[in-house]
């Protein structure tokens, strides 16, 4: 059987490869070898058979799980799901910790250091949203069909194979089913497994993302806000003159955007979104109450602390003008209420871990390549924990949307490439 091995480039000493920001990269010839070397082993030949086998069940499971709402912050029932697969697919040791992180713990013959293997359980849809899978020729859609639950799929069918094939890795493997990566959730899961005093993780590899190839070992810092204006609201005719909520609103947008654009047009890439308004009541009323949520994002963590003070001074200049301009009434006033942090971070594409992903990669006649993102790697990188996420391989698209789809276009060679990444970090028996 072909396990997809460009040979012809295996020979190399450095293998180059650009990124989208042309950075250039190599695989040290010793990683490529090693990798060429872990290929030959029965056990691994077998295991990427019996992935295969196990195609048509990673995609029962695929679709019993998306059917299976996991709102922001209520991802319980999911969770109770996916822990007892755990257990029946003989995990040594399974809990739901007290943030709902699902955690599975395959003891290492040696377990001097624990590697784990995360896919997170939520979704941004809201409870309530239909996620029935409908299928269409051999096309799967439903709300978070690709994101990121064929993640978690492939974590299961990883576990089968590693437990049927009867690899003993030499590290613990700590398989991961994470809560509040989407959204708001502003990976609490994460943040909770690496607080201090957490369990011990010595590297960390996340599966969520597109095709194979990819290959994130930075991390896209970002800030979140909800800016409140209160007032006390009345009829537009009958109150008019008091001080608008709305009003104060939209001139502090005003303000941000003008201070924002002309910051992020030069230096490293900094972006900013007012992606939620809300408040108000009807059309002939002065809202009582009007809120923004703003996204705010950077490569260098030092510019979004800059943002943050121009947002600072955009929404204080708005409420001085709306109070100054109020005919009677008491005075608005204003929260800024921090509601995200994510941080950012960079590891060198020399590490191990990074240098092994690429290998593997490359090993599957595909080329690798570097980026930057926002996922639950941030906050191993951040720390300075080698850490990487890697794609769930098939093809889909619309992501976040209710026609979100995915297609098992040689899906399971994504589970393969997974699999060959944990055992090269982990090493094996």
């Known amino acids: 059987m072909n396990y997809f091995i460009r040979t012809t480039t295996l020979a190399l000493l ?8 042309q950075q250039e990269v190599s695989i040290d010839k010793a990683y490529i070898k090693a990798t060429q070397k872990l290929l030959k082993n029965k056990k691994i030949k077998a295991a990427f058979e019996r992935i295969e086998q196990l195609d048509p069940l990673t995609v029962k499971r695929h679709i019993e799980l998306t059917e299976i709402e996991a709102p922001p ?6 969770a109770k799901v996916f822990a007892d697969y755990f257990n029946q697919l003989g995990m040594d040791t399974v809990w739901i910790d007290s943030e709902g992180n699902v955690l599975g713990l395959l003891k290492g013959s040696q377990g001097g250091r624990t590697v784990a293997l995360d896919a997170h359980l939520d979704t941004v849809f809201p409870e309530g949203t239909d996620v029935k899978v409908r299928i269409q020729n051999d096309t799967l859609y439903a709300p978070g069909i690709g994101d990121d639950t064929r993640g978690l799929s492939m974590l299961l069918t990883i576990l089968e194979t590693l437990k049927t094939e009867k690899i003993q890795p030499k590290d613990n493997i700590l398989f991961v089913g994470s809560v509040g990566e989407e959204g708001l959730g502003d990976l609490r899961g994460v943040k909770h497994l690496f607080r201090s005093g957490g369990p011990q993780i010595d590297s960390w590899i996340a599966i ?10 930075k991390a896209l810092g970002s800030y979140r806000y909800r800016v409140t204006f209160k007032g006390p609201g009345g009829h537009s005719w009958g ?3 008091l001080a608008n909520p709305h009003h104060a609103l939209g001139k502090a947008i005003s303000n941000f955007v003008e201070l924002a654009d002309q910051y992020t047009s030069e230096g490293p890439k900094t972006s900013y979104n007012v992606g939620v308004i809300s408040g108000g009541t009807s059309i002939n009323s002065i809202p009582f109450e009007s809120v923004m949520q703003i996204d ?3 490569v260098e963590p030092k510019r979004l602390d800059v943002m943050e003070a121009y947002l600072t001074t955009a929404v204080e200049e708005a409420l001085a003008h709306q109070n100054k301009t109020k005919r009677h009434g008491p005075e608005l006033t204003v929260s800024i209420d921090k509601i995200g942090n994510r941080p950012s971070g960079e590891l060198s594409d020399q590490l191990p871990l990074v240098q092994r992903t690429l290998a593997a990669t490359q090993a599957f006649g ?4 570097l980026t930057r993102g926002s996922t639950n790697s941030n906050i191993p ?3 300075g924990i080698p850490a990487v996420t890697i794609g769930r391989g098939g093809d889909g698209g619309k992501a976040h949307s209710l026609d979100e789809w995915w297609t098992n ?3 399971h060679k994504a589970i393969q490439l997974a699999l060959l990444i944990l055992l090269m970090e982990s090493g094996m028996e």
């Open 239 to 241: 109150a008019f003159g």
């Open 296 to 298: 705010i994002r950077s």
């Open 409 to 411: 276009k040689e899906g």
């Open 381 to 383: 990188i951040a720390q």
């Open 73 to 78: 912050f209520k991802e319980k029932k999911r």
């Open 208 to 217: 969520d993302g597109g095709a194979i190839g990819r290959v994130n070992n």
């Open 366 to 369: 595909v080329q690798p390549f």
């Open 14 to 21: 450095f293998f180059s490869i650009s990124t989208s920001a």
